[in-house]
């Protein structure tokens, strides 16, 4: 047994030596799947470059001219747009366009299946903020990429928690404003504010508004600069129905900037074009002083600075028009041939008469 066991002892020193010879000849373990470890250690490197990166643009949205949009890309209506959607089409698709800009608080006006201004407004403000579409070059179609963007999970976050439950953010750049109520859109808009441009006009004033004490409408000569300062605001007064004003013609103002205000108008144009106030469709106008209240933060952004810098800035005071004369509003009479003017009741009157 003993030979046996020698036998045995030489045998699996024989083996153990050739076992020693290969291993040092072939590559080690560590070398094996050092490629796999380069490359894992290169993908650990990306993600955590992508989180960083992701970090600061986080970090940074709070000052970015955009507004805050997530977007999980998780399509909530299965429906497919076969064709582009163009102002003046009807049908069931401009139905779910309609819903679902309803949805998601840009107010399309009456859901009624047809692609009317309303629905081009709400389709612009939807371009501009969340499709960070330049103003200028928003179309007001929705085409079946623009459905598959506005079907997903849409989220848009304010970018300021005000001091009150309900606040305004005025986006000058995108042209675009959103109510929120504890953070969630009550509202998201279109809207036309001041062209920056000097002005000299006629306007009419209503009683009540600044520049006007009487019980009746007057009208003045007025030069002005047509601006819409940034800064942090509050509403502070309203008014109800059409109004004339410094400024134009408005209708159910609120007011947060001495003559600035927020208020319905008919045109209401893809560029700044006001007299300094914020102009919104006529049919947001309708509802909107019952969803802000006297005391509401107003935070407008320019894109430049962020509010805060900005405080609280007025207008720029309007002058009186030097070259403006007031037109004579009275009937001059006349006397012709066989014709007496004669007043009834104050107002001016011809009689013809026979000549003696």
């Known amino acids: 047994m003993s030979d046996d066991f020698s036998d045995d002892e030489n045998f699996n020193d024989e083996f153990f030596d050739d076992e020693l010879d290969q291993w040092h000849t072939q590559p080690s373990l560590y070398d ?11 993908l650990l490197t990306v993600v955590a ?40 089409m009807k049908g ?42 330049p103003r200028e070059r928003a179309t007001g179609v929705v085409t079946p990429s623009t459905w598959s963007i506005m079907q997903s999970d849409i989220q848009i976050k304010p970018r300021r928690d005000a001091d009150t ?8 750049p995108e042209q675009v404003l959103i109510v929120f109520k504890d953070g969630t859109p009550l509202v998201i808009t ?4 001041g062209s920056n441009e000097k002005w000299c ?4 004033i209503s009683p009540g508004e600044d520049g006007n004490n009487t019980d009746a409408e007057i009208k ?26 410094k400024l134009g013609t408005m209708y159910n103002p609120v007011y947060f900037n001495y003559n600035i205000a927020i208020h319905g108008a008919i045109l209401v144009p893809l560029k700044p074009a006001s007299h300094g106030c914020i102009r919104i469709p006529m049919s947001v106008a309708r509802y909107f002083q019952a969803i802000v209240a006297y005391g509401d933060r107003i935070y407008v952004f320019d ?38 003017v004669t007043t009834i009741a104050g107002s001016p009157t011809t009689i013809p008469v026979t000549a003696p």
């Not at 094996?32 to 290169?42: Q, S």
């Not at 439950?165 to 000058?172: G, P, R, W």
């Not at 006009?201 to 009419?204: K, M």
């Not at 003045?220 to 004003?245: D, K």
């Open 49 to 88: 470059i992508s989180v960083v990166a992701n970090a600061d643009k986080s970090d940074s949205d709070a000052s970015n001219p955009n507004v805050n949009v997530d977007s999980t890309n998780v399509p909530l209506v299965t429906v497919p747009l076969t064709r582009t959607i163009k102002p003046g």
């Open 220 to 245: 003045r000569g007025i030069c002005g600069e047509a601006i819409t300062p940034p800064g942090i605001f509050y509403f502070y007064n309203r008014r109800q129905g059409m109004r004339e004003s």
């Open 190 to 193: 279109h809207i036309s504010t």
């Open 165 to 172: 439950a309900t606040h305004v953010e005025v986006y000058l």
């Open 303 to 340: 894109g430049v600075k962020e509010p805060e810098e900005y405080g609280s800035p007025v207008p720029p005071f309007d002058v009186p028009d030097p070259d403006y004369t007031t037109v004579p509003t009275t009937i001059p009479q006349t006397t012709l041939p066989n014709v007496v």
């Open 32 to 42: 094996r799947w050092r490629p796999a470890i380069a490359a894992i250690a290169v």
């Open 92 to 133: 069931d698709d401009v139905l779910r366009v309609q819903q679902r800009l309803a949805a998601l608080h840009f107010d399309p006006g009456p859901q009624d299946s047809v692609f009317g201004q309303n629905t081009i407004q709400a389709v612009w403000a939807f371009e501009k903020l969340v499709m960070s579409t």
């Open 201 to 204: 006009e006629e306007v009419a």
